[in-house]
């Protein structure tokens, strides 16, 4: 299985990017799927995930009503919206998988999550 992110860049609060997350090996509608983040010096957090059928998602309190989490069966892809960024959204993002036997279950624990991305850079300027 294999997770590629793409989407990052350098841009100036208050701008918006789309993170992409390209999943071969493993059809995504199988998947629990989620983002997180890493800053230079703190831990790996989650941003969002979302289920299998994509009917439940999670949102960190600092992300709600700013970033929208979307999966596309048909190009095996999971995409996080992100606008109105902030210098605080400054992380590497990763998207991470795991298979689920339940339709609905969203998993917002890195341990939860088998499979990684490499990570794409996102940088706010403010």
Known sequence: VQLVESGGGLVEAGASLELSCSVSGRTV???AMGWFRQA??????????ISR???RTYYADSVKGRFTISRD???NMVYLQMSRLKSED???????GRGASF??????????????GQGTQVTVSS
Do not use: F, I
């Open 29 to 31: 509608s199988n998947y």
């Open 40 to 49: 230079p010096g703190k831990e790996r957090e989650v941003v969002s995930a």
């Open 53 to 55: 059928n994509g009917v």
């Open 73 to 75: 069966y048909a190009k």
């Open 90 to 96: 400054t992380a590497a993002y990763y998207c991470a």
């Open 103 to 116: 339709w609905n279950t969203v998993k917002t624990s890195a341990t939860d999550y088998v499979d990684w």
